[in-house]
């Protein structure tokens, strides 16, 4: 396990030197999504790989415990059993940093690229997200099901993080209180449009504070933020004041996760770990729906971060939608041919 982020003072004067070129992120980010796409075994393997860093998430008005239990059935096995028995890791568990040493390109591995794999872990997703009210549903399920799998939950206000200060601390408290070992938390976008970065930056240490052991996500809005400026300061300032994760969106906003925008996010990370030693992990999540955009963010992670990002404890993918889309691909690996949607269990 990665060690968390235990903050530092914030810097001010870092923060208000910080300047983002705007078309050398956009050039960027369009060679990255130009890239060549991997193809047949080492395609497969990288989608395999995808799974085990999705928090898989039901964020709606009308979830009930029965859809929550449904949806930790789909992430303890989000694969078909008898397309991993095809594939020969029906019994192997996937180890990450194996997984990513066997398949770095697709002229090397071979017929070898989906047995790179260590017994570590099982082949599930990373975690369940749900909101507050339902993680007490998830952590039983789970339980029932002698899963050790996270449950993160959102929280402080989620999505517009408008609610009173104490009203989202307490939110943050009883989510973890229920069995939550990972919170998503929401910044209060107006502190970061106004430029307050010392109140926002006591205002996320708080909800440091509040997790306790729990893992902190902390979710910037980029797509309410204006300028990858303030997305680059405000990511700064998450991890200053101890975020163990920065995120992208909430899922809810009008624009959500962006190849440019990550660009940005993970330069910060960068820059923070070459200034202080602690490795910060990245979130995208909101509107991530199919399997090509999962080996996209991949490529992108390890271009821009190294492998040592490529695994659970430092990538997620908070998506709903996307492992439908990556069960298909990988279905279409083992028998050439595309399954309807209602062929695969559903989450």
């Given at each position: 396990m990665t060690a968390?982020?235990?903050?530092?003072?914030?810097?001010?004067?870092?923060i208000s030197k910080a300047?983002?070129?705007?078309?050398?992120?956009?050039?960027?980010?369009?060679?990255?999504?130009?890239?060549?796409?991997?193809?047949?075994?080492?395609?497969?393997?990288?989608?395999?790989?995808?799974v085990t860093c999705i928090d898989l998430t039901t964020l709606a008005g009308d979830d009930t415990p029965s859809?929550?239990?449904?949806?930790?059935?789909?992430?303890?096995?989000?694969?078909?059993?008898d397309l991993l028995k095809k594939m020969d890791m029906h019994n192997k568990g996937l180890m990450v940093r194996d997984l990513v040493v066997s398949i770095p390109d697709s002229d090397a591995g071979g017929e070898d690229a989906l047995k790179g794999a260590s017994v570590e872990r099982g082949v599930t997703t990373a975690a369940v997200c749900v909101y507050p009210s339902r993680v007490a549903d998830a952590v039983t399920?789970?339980?029932?099901?002698?899963?050790s799998l996270p449950v993160a939950s959102v929280a402080t206000g989620f999505?517009?993080?408008?609610?009173?200060?104490?009203?989202?601390?307490?939110?943050v408290r009883m989510a973890v209180a229920d069995g939550a070992t990972e919170i998503d938390i929401v910044i209060n976008r107006t502190l970061a449009l106004t430029g307050?970065?010392?109140?926002?930056?006591d205002e996320i240490r708080q909800f440091r504070e509040a997790c306790g052991d729990a893992h902190m996500k902390t979710i910037l809005a980029i797509g309410e933020l204006g300028t990858f400026t303030n997305v680059y300061?405000?990511?700064?300032?998450?991890?200053?004041?101890?975020?163990?994760?920065?995120?992208?969106?909430?899922?809810?906003e009008a624009v959500n996760a962006t190849y440019p925008v990550a660009i940005v996010m993970v330069r910060a990370i960068r820059d923070y770990f070459l200034c202080t030693g602690h490795k910060v992990g990245f979130k995208p999540a909101g509107g991530i729906r199919t399997a090509q955009e999962s080996l996209v963010w991949l490529t992108l992670i390890k271009e821009e971060l190294g492998n040592d990002w490529l695994c659970p404890q430092l990538f997620?993918?908070?998506?709903?939608?996307?492992?439908?889309?990556?069960?298909?691909?990988?279905?279409?690996?083992?028998?050439?041919?595309y399954a309807a949607y209602h062929e695969l269990p559903m989450a």
């Amino acid at each position: 396990m990665t060690a968390r982020n235990p903050g530092t003072n914030l810097d001010l004067e870092w923060i208000s030197k910080a300047r983002v070129n705007t078309q050398a992120v956009l050039k960027r980010a369009q060679c990255i999504q130009g890239q060549k796409t991997l193809k047949k075994q080492w395609q497969a393997a990288w989608l395999l790989k995808a799974v085990t860093c999705i928090d898989l998430t039901t964020l709606a008005g009308d979830d009930t415990p029965s859809n929550v239990h449904r949806l930790c059935l789909k992430a303890i096995q989000p694969i078909r059993y008898d397309l991993l028995k095809k594939m020969d890791m029906h019994n192997k568990g996937l180890m990450v940093r194996d997984l990513v040493v066997s398949i770095p390109d697709s002229d090397a591995g071979g017929e070898d690229a989906l047995k790179g794999a260590s017994v570590e872990r099982g082949v599930t997703t990373a975690a369940v997200c749900v909101y507050p009210s339902r993680v007490a549903d998830a952590v039983t399920s789970l339980k029932a099901a002698n899963s050790s799998l996270p449950v993160a939950s959102v929280a402080t206000g989620f999505p517009a993080g408008q609610t009173p200060l104490e009203t989202r601390l307490q939110e943050v408290r009883m989510a973890v209180a229920d069995g939550a070992t990972e919170i998503d938390i929401v910044i209060n976008r107006t502190l970061a449009l106004t430029g307050q970065w010392e109140a926002m930056y006591d205002e996320i240490r708080q909800f440091r504070e509040a997790c306790g052991d729990a893992h902190m996500k902390t979710i910037l809005a980029i797509g309410e933020l204006g300028t990858f400026t303030n997305v680059y300061k405000a990511s700064m300032v998450a991890m200053m004041a101890g975020s163990d994760f920065i995120k992208t969106s909430t899922g809810k906003e009008a624009v959500n996760a962006t190849y440019p925008v990550a660009i940005v996010m993970v330069r910060a990370i960068r820059d923070y770990f070459l200034c202080t030693g602690h490795k910060v992990g990245f979130k995208p999540a909101g509107g991530i729906r199919t399997a090509q955009e999962s080996l996209v963010w991949l490529t992108l992670i390890k271009e821009e971060l190294g492998n040592d990002w490529l695994c659970p404890q430092l990538f997620r993918l908070g998506a709903s939608s996307l492992l439908a889309d990556i069960e298909r691909q990988i279905y279409h690996h083992v028998t050439g041919q595309y399954a309807a949607y209602h062929e695969l269990p559903m989450a």
